[in-house]
């Protein structure tokens, strides 16, 4: 059983996220002194001869045979001085100030994958050159290195950065609500909100821009609103005649596997720009050029694709660094349960928002926690398993209530379908709780109305995945004119 202190817990996952982050932007922007190695071992040399010449006359070996060791063991300080010296040189070149930036702690020293904003310093930023540009980005927005695009965008030769856009959750990507406009604190440029008091970049932010750049990176999911900010971001830049550079990066869910339903034509918003699955398998910059041809948007749109990514893929392959796109989406096995969690919410579930675990526990007052996890664990969900749990989410629904629920943990990743797991547990919550769960919220994110009714009916998730067939079958054949990356 899997119990939470959440007071403790979540301000401890809080203060370490709040730290990592902050030391992520602190490395993209202080600038690096220049020391070259020959300096670095004369001065460490330096140091270590005089703290040897100290500290010899303290130094006894095989005490009682050398009586005064200062003199008798000055023969050996050249090897003594070797053998001390090597660890602590190598952690001091490991550790000392360079010309060049160093990527964020990673999984993978080295990134096999370039994102787009990797590929545009090789180029030498020719795409955007005498150009006045304006970012959209948050906090994932680094290149290879960990410095911000914002930073480097501000000092490319050739082109002028005039103005930054931020999407929900801000330019740090730690507001839960409403953003308001700012200052970026480095640079000093206006920072302009696209999840406050609007959500569209405005003829005024517009002014004085030849090209607006997007650099973000998404979730993977229908519903994740960084895809609709940059489709309304290219209608907008479409009417002003702003070209529009989409800088991609991976889809951290893999580019191959679609699970639906499709969204309801009537229930386009701002959670569900275009009727796709809830996971569409499509980069940023796929998305880009289907919303652009099937939407009819006519934006100049220019994507500056990735090199080394394959479809097959899941964001761990890349060797890139996982920054948290929002503050709840902190680890990728959260990532990958996110769609199929996040649809209950509506029914009045916490998803473990208020938690140390978001997306990997949820649960609500009125739940037995061993019943329904032996309830879910005996409809063998492919690829995760299912652990009574009690918490108390300090935040979001059932805020400061004690709850019940199951924790989840991933058995096999490439076997786990998101949208079939959160199915199976609406059905088990629809039969065991029907009275507490609310199933017909749920279309909120879901956004098939004919999935909620067939749950209703008491349908088996594995039929209502299967009606999804034709619809996924289309998809995949008008996608499939967009894609910009091979399957290995």
Known sequence: MRVFSTQAESAGARFNFAVADFAERLAGVIARRKHSRKLQRARIHSRLSSWIDACISSLYIAHGFIRDNSDALRPFIPFLSIFLAAPIFIAAISHAPSSQPRRPASKNASARVKTGIDVLEVEKFAPLRGKHVGLITNQTGVDGAGRRTIDILAHARGVRLVAIFSPEHGLAGRGDARVSSTADPVTGLPVFSLYGETRRPTPEMLKGIDALVF?????????????????????????????FYVLDRPNPLDGETIEGPMLDRDRLSFVGYFPMPVRYAMTMGELAQMFNAENKIGADLHVIAMKGWHRSERFEATGLTWIPPSPNLRTLNATLLYPGIEILQAGGISVGRGTPAPFEIFGAPWIEADKLADNLNRRNVAGVRFAPAHFTPTSGINQGQSCSGVSLTIADPGALRSMTMGLEIASTLTKTYSEEFHLEKIIELLGSASTVTRLQKGDSPAAIVASWTGDVSAFRKMRDKYLLYPAK
Do not use: L, N, P, W
Request: aromatic content about 14%; overall charge negative.
């Open 215 to 243: 650099d973000i990176q998404d979730a993977g999911v229908r519903f994740y609103t960084f895809i609709t900010t940059m489709a309304y971001a290219m209608e907008e830049a479409a009417k002003a005649h702003i070209s």
